[in-house]
């Protein structure tokens, strides 16, 4: 959130107007316009409190300018959230820029300072560092910025005022031929081999100055201090030698700000050698993931000679004041009382790294979709925790944690939303204290805990619990209708079945992560659309659209199979009888933390897919139909021991116990009265869905008995 940006419609009406008014032959530069986060004001807020108090001292301060932005934005100077931190770097795409802020205590002294004064005390440090050279070893000090504040604290008022200090040495600069863009002078191929020179930039683009070369179809980057050598070895030869800086300037014709300060150095410090020089203004942008340099401009400036360049001027003229929004000589004002609330900057803050994705690398990334989506997440244990603060790094707002189990002492370790506080007294429900978590992490999450047993095949429900189960069914049915997404992340064969039921009936995206001693198993469940569903009713049998789509090496998103399309046994009680390594799934530590990534990217990726649900997985690594981000597998089978990926994808089986068309007419046509009989025998359900049938087809005359003889003999 830039508080402080300058309207662009005075902005442009400004450089038109000046456009209109300027001579051709004299060079003219946009100015800087500052553009303050709303994140910096509240970290201020914090070192006045508990550091500055009253004092007055100057404080260093870092902003930064970009030479990426679009046609129409001013030539912006941010001052971001961690503007204050000693140790800040800039980014990949940034320049840093070099700053003093100076606060005041009360608002008369922010009106009667004499401003003149604290403008040349920041241009004679300026000047200083020109003179000794320090500039040419960090020139990033040409870009130095002065930033003159009051804070009310009791209203959240913050009054600000700029400077970007600037000498006019020497006072006009005429051009020696009108600006050119890049794509003017070389080839597409050249301005691709500049790009490529440039992804090599080190602190040289950071400090925003360096030395531009040209020789045919090779270029190179070299510190600014060069400039002579380089220059002076490249007389008699076709190699081009440039002054180049990073300029933030969007207008067509005109260079920014950061020029005027390297054009005084250079005046200074080389005017005895050359009085013309090159000046490469480069401009960066990505469109649609792709490097843009061809409206960088090519300036020939003619900056005359220093009467006496070893005896400087101890201060030549110098300018700096930025005009406030009303184009006027003035400080600024910002109320932020509104919005200095922690909640809501923590809301800003969370949403910075999407929305870099998005700016950088994805530009059709759909947010919105990603933060509207309501979550439903089966299970709050190993695998619940970790899915559900993946959800939360995606932007997810809306999520729901259903399990009835409590924290025990062997849980914090492995389940990363749980403190040893949480296993006293006999322990916490999971499911609750994973939501109080997650609002703890991100209090702007809306999310809530259920404690609810899931009824499961081979689970015998008495007439005493039917009551019961009863309730928890229609729970998990409610549930399931109010959410889009549902996860199953227990921890048990059967405890999966009733949610894929249900997913499959209602239509609902169902995604499924189960986890074994060093693998994990990713899979989405076919996406049963009502839409698609008539339309295959219309268009003919699944069989043959699926012998067609295996032909074309992909299956499409209705046609794949769920979690138990590859059983032919029903599910039913995987915990009796067994141990307590048996009943418990005892993985690597890190094996959840795979899956928990996996299954979170997979429905991002599906969310992201113009198809969305309905976007076909490859067989055999297949080409596919992509979206924003890749193609989408059906499964994703990790074998952490070999460290190990597979995609396969199958479709769905006639015969699935979960969610084949017979189950799911039974289910509709019964309700829980065929769900009852399903928990009480899973080989009910193994007939309605013909598994039973399918076992009777193995001819026994294939399967060979032996006789005791020849069990004794072999």
């Given at each position: 959130m830039c508080c402080s940006l300058s309207p662009i419609f005075v902005y442009i009406c400004q450089a038109a107007h000046c456009q209109r008014m300027e001579e051709p032959s004299i060079l003219k530069f946009a100015p800087f316009s500052s553009a303050v986060d709303a994140g910096f004001w509240h970290k201020f807020t914090q070192l006045k409190l508990d550091v500055l108090?009253?004092?007055?001292?100057?404080?260093?301060?870092?902003?930064?300018?970009?030479?990426?932005?679009?046609?129409?934005?001013?030539?912006?100077?941010?001052?971001?959230?961690?503007?204050?931190?000693?140790?800040?770097?800039?980014?990949?795409?940034?320049?840093?820029?070099?700053g003093t802020l100076i606060n005041t205590n009360t608002v008369e002294e922010f009106r009667n300072r004499d401003k003149q004064e604290i403008l040349k005390a920041s241009a004679t440090v300026l000047w200083d560092a020109i003179i000794s050279n320090s500039a040419l070893e960090n020139p990033s000090i040409l870009t130095s910025f002065l930033m003159f504040t009051f804070a009310d604290l009791k209203k959240y008022h913050y009054y600000y005022w700029f400077a970007f200090p600037a000498f006019t040495l020497p006072k006009t600069i005429p051009l020696i031929k009108q600006p050119r863009c890049l794509s003017a002078i070389l080839t597409d191929k050249q301005i691709a081999l500049l790009l490529l020179a440039c992804e090599g930039l080190g602190t040289d683009v950071h400090q925003g100055f360096f030395t531009f070369t040209q020789y045919g179809n090779e270029f190179g980057i070299h510190p600014l201090g060069d400039y002579p050598h380089i220059r002076t070895a490249a007389r008699g030869t076709d190699k081009d030698v440039f002054l180049a800086f990073s300029d933030p300037c969007t207008l067509p014709h005109n260079p920014g700000w950061p020029l005027r300060n390297l054009l005084t150095l250079v005046a200074l410090k080389w005017s005895n050698l050359w009085s013309t020089h090159k000046i490469l203004c480069l401009r960066i942008r990505i469109r649609n993931g792709i490097k843009d340099a061809?409206?960088?401009?090519?300036?020939?400036?003619?900056?005359?000679?220093?009467?006496?360049?070893?005896n400087p001027p101890d201060l030549p003229p110098f300018l700096g004041w930025e005009k406030n929004e009303r184009g006027k000589m003035g400080p600024r004002m910002v109320n932020l009382s509104a919005s200095m609330d922690p909640t809501k900057l923590a809301e800003s803050a969370v949403d910075l790294n999407l929305k870099l994705?998005?700016?950088?690398?994805?530009?059709?990334?759909?947010?919105?979709?990603?933060?509207?989506?309501r979550c439903l997440l089966l299970g709050s244990g190993t695998l619940g925790c970790s899915v559900a603060r993946c959800l939360?790094?995606?932007?997810?707002?809306?999520?729901?944690?259903?399990?009835s189990g409590k924290v025990s002492y062997s849980n914090p370790v492995?389940?990363?939303?749980?403190?040893?506080?949480?296993?006293l007294n006999s322990g916490k429900y999971k499911a609750l204290a994973a939501a109080e978590a997650l609002a703890e992490i991100y209090p702007r999450v809306n999310c809530k805990g259920v404690v609810v047993n899931i009824p499961m095949p081979g689970h015998t429900v008495s007439e005493s619990l039917e009551q019961q189960v009863r309730g928890d069914v229609a729970t998990l049915e409610q549930l399931i209708d109010e959410?889009?997404?549902?996860?199953?992340?227990?921890?048990?064969?059967?405890?999966?079945?009733?949610?894929?039921?249900?997913?499959?009936?209602?239509?609902?995206?169902?995604?499924?992560?189960?986890?074994?001693?060093?693998?994990?198993?990713?899979?989405?469940?076919?996406?049963?659309c009502k839409e698609k569903q008539r339309e295959e009713g219309s268009a003919g049998s699944k069989a043959s659209e699926r012998n067609f789509t295996a032909l074309r090496g992909c299956i499409p998103g209705n046609l794949l199979g769920c979690y138990f399309c590859n059983d032919v046994v029903a599910p039913g009680d995987s915990t009796h009888d067994r141990t307590l390594d048996q009943q418990c799934t005892v993985t690597r530590p890190g094996v959840s933390y795979l899956a928990a990534a996996h299954v979170t990217e997979l429905m991002v990726s599906i969310l992201q897919h113009p198809d969305r649900g309905l976007a076909e997985a490859s067989l055999n690594d297949a080409d596919v139909k992509e979206g924003v981000l890749g193609p989408v597998p059906h499964s994703i089978r990790g074998f952490l021991g070999r460290h190990k990926l597979l995609t396969p994808a199958s479709t769905a089986f006639q015969q699935c116990s979960g969610c084949s068309d017979k189950v799911i007419a039974a289910y509709r046509e019964g309700g829980f009265e065929f769900l009852v009989k399903v928990f009480n025998s899973p080989a009910y359900l193994e007939e309605v869905s013909g598994l039973s049938e399918l076992h009777q087809c193995v001819d026994d005359s294939q399967i060979w008995e032996l006789t005791d003889s020849e069990e004794e003999a072999e």
């Amino acid at each position: 959130m830039c508080c402080s940006l300058s309207p662009i419609f005075v902005y442009i009406c400004q450089a038109a107007h000046c456009q209109r008014m300027e001579e051709p032959s004299i060079l003219k530069f946009a100015p800087f316009s500052s553009a303050v986060d709303a994140g910096f004001w509240h970290k201020f807020t914090q070192l006045k409190l508990d550091v500055l108090h009253l004092s007055e001292d100057a404080i260093p301060i870092t902003g930064y300018y970009v030479n990426s932005d679009a046609p129409g934005l001013p030539s912006r100077l941010g001052v971001e959230y961690d503007a204050l931190d000693k140790n800040k770097s800039p980014s990949k795409w940034s320049c840093s820029a070099v700053g003093t802020l100076i606060n005041t205590n009360t608002v008369e002294e922010f009106r009667n300072r004499d401003k003149q004064e604290i403008l040349k005390a920041s241009a004679t440090v300026l000047w200083d560092a020109i003179i000794s050279n320090s500039a040419l070893e960090n020139p990033s000090i040409l870009t130095s910025f002065l930033m003159f504040t009051f804070a009310d604290l009791k209203k959240y008022h913050y009054y600000y005022w700029f400077a970007f200090p600037a000498f006019t040495l020497p006072k006009t600069i005429p051009l020696i031929k009108q600006p050119r863009c890049l794509s003017a002078i070389l080839t597409d191929k050249q301005i691709a081999l500049l790009l490529l020179a440039c992804e090599g930039l080190g602190t040289d683009v950071h400090q925003g100055f360096f030395t531009f070369t040209q020789y045919g179809n090779e270029f190179g980057i070299h510190p600014l201090g060069d400039y002579p050598h380089i220059r002076t070895a490249a007389r008699g030869t076709d190699k081009d030698v440039f002054l180049a800086f990073s300029d933030p300037c969007t207008l067509p014709h005109n260079p920014g700000w950061p020029l005027r300060n390297l054009l005084t150095l250079v005046a200074l410090k080389w005017s005895n050698l050359w009085s013309t020089h090159k000046i490469l203004c480069l401009r960066i942008r990505i469109r649609n993931g792709i490097k843009d340099a061809t409206h960088s401009l090519v300036l020939e400036v003619d900056l005359g000679r220093i009467d006496d360049p070893d005896n400087p001027p101890d201060l030549p003229p110098f300018l700096g004041w930025e005009k406030n929004e009303r184009g006027k000589m003035g400080p600024r004002m910002v109320n932020l009382s509104a919005s200095m609330d922690p909640t809501k900057l923590a809301e800003s803050a969370v949403d910075l790294n999407l929305k870099l994705m998005r700016w950088r690398v994805a530009p059709q990334l759909d947010l919105p979709i990603i933060q509207n989506t309501r979550c439903l997440l089966l299970g709050s244990g190993t695998l619940g925790c970790s899915v559900a603060r993946c959800l939360l790094a995606w932007g997810v707002r809306h999520m729901t944690l259903l399990d009835s189990g409590k924290v025990s002492y062997s849980n914090p370790v492995r389940q990363n939303l749980f403190t040893f506080k949480d296993c006293l007294n006999s322990g916490k429900y999971k499911a609750l204290a994973a939501a109080e978590a997650l609002a703890e992490i991100y209090p702007r999450v809306n999310c809530k805990g259920v404690v609810v047993n899931i009824p499961m095949p081979g689970h015998t429900v008495s007439e005493s619990l039917e009551q019961q189960v009863r309730g928890d069914v229609a729970t998990l049915e409610q549930l399931i209708d109010e959410h889009d997404v549902i996860f199953l992340l227990m921890d048990s064969r059967e405890s999966r079945w009733l949610p894929t039921l249900l997913g499959a009936a209602k239509c609902k995206l169902v995604l499924t992560a189960a986890l074994g001693f060093d693998s994990y198993l990713v899979i989405r469940h076919g996406f049963r659309c009502k839409e698609k569903q008539r339309e295959e009713g219309s268009a003919g049998s699944k069989a043959s659209e699926r012998n067609f789509t295996a032909l074309r090496g992909c299956i499409p998103g209705n046609l794949l199979g769920c979690y138990f399309c590859n059983d032919v046994v029903a599910p039913g009680d995987s915990t009796h009888d067994r141990t307590l390594d048996q009943q418990c799934t005892v993985t690597r530590p890190g094996v959840s933390y795979l899956a928990a990534a996996h299954v979170t990217e997979l429905m991002v990726s599906i969310l992201q897919h113009p198809d969305r649900g309905l976007a076909e997985a490859s067989l055999n690594d297949a080409d596919v139909k992509e979206g924003v981000l890749g193609p989408v597998p059906h499964s994703i089978r990790g074998f952490l021991g070999r460290h190990k990926l597979l995609t396969p994808a199958s479709t769905a089986f006639q015969q699935c116990s979960g969610c084949s068309d017979k189950v799911i007419a039974a289910y509709r046509e019964g309700g829980f009265e065929f769900l009852v009989k399903v928990f009480n025998s899973p080989a009910y359900l193994e007939e309605v869905s013909g598994l039973s049938e399918l076992h009777q087809c193995v001819d026994d005359s294939q399967i060979w008995e032996l006789t005791d003889s020849e069990e004794e003999a072999e």
